[in-house]
């Protein structure tokens, strides 16, 4: 089965502790529902830099990676449909960018 990274972007922080909180757990129970199809729950990076052939720059990337996730699904349009309703498009307005990954021959 085809498997999926997806990155978040974007999005407001919490206005308290507790919305912070209450966004968590239902982050926690989204990604339960997922089942078996959630591969990496996730991982949150930190400060990015931009490299290219030119250098390394201090300038932020203009849709910076907030973290990733790896699911399983049959296809693009199934994976789009498992996302919908990730609480971090609605609790916190950000972005969801989806990539399948491809398999390389050994």
Do not use: Q
């Amino acid at each position: 089965m085809p498997s999926f990274l997806f990155t978040y972007h974007g999005g407001k922080k919490p206005d308290t502790p507790e919305a912070g909180k209450e966004g968590m757990e239902k982050w926690k129970a989204w990604a339960a529902g997922l089942g078996k199809a959630l591969v990496n729950p996730g991982t949150p990076v930190g400060m990015t830099r931009v490299l290219t052939k030119d250098g390394v720059s201090d300038e932020p990337s203009p849709h910076p990676i907030m973290g990733f996730s790896i699911i399983e699904a049959e296809s693009m349009d199934a994976a789009i449909d498992l996302l919908k309703d990730c609480p971090h498009l609605h609790m916190f307005e950000g972005t969801l960018e989806v990539s399948e990954m491809m398999e390389m021959p050994a």
